[in-house]
């Protein structure tokens, strides 16, 4: 099971994140996603758990719950969501 983790702390990290996730069930992997230029974390980031049942618990208990001195915003991650290549902003190209 796929998982967002939103709103948080700058100063959170990966260990912080898989700590909180571990007390429900085996946690595959975490990733904070960071701004590409700047290196620094945007915010937010996903949590994958292998059995859905204990990453539904998860959810469940840690919305609202705080990671590294912030309460975050839990919940199943939505699919990726297709987006338009870079942008002029003129429309479509069409040659």
């Known amino acids: 099971m796929n ?23 085996q946690v595959s992997s975490v990733s904070i996603i960071t701004d590409r230029e700047t290196g620094r974390s945007k915010g937010f980031g996903f ?6 049942n204990e990453g539904k618990t998860a959810i469940e208990s840690l919305n609202l719950q705080r990671i590294a001195g912030r309460a975050v915003t839990v919940n199943e991650a939505r699919p990726r969501e297709e987006r338009s ?7 479509s190209r069409r040659y």
Do not use: H, K, W
């Open 3 to 25: 998982i967002y983790v939103g709103n948080l702390s700058y100063n959170a990290t990966e260990d912080d994140i898989r700590t909180a996730f571990a007390q429900f069930g």
């Open 47 to 52: 949590v994958e758990m292998p059995n859905d």
């Open 85 to 91: 290549g870079g942008g002029g902003g003129r429309g």
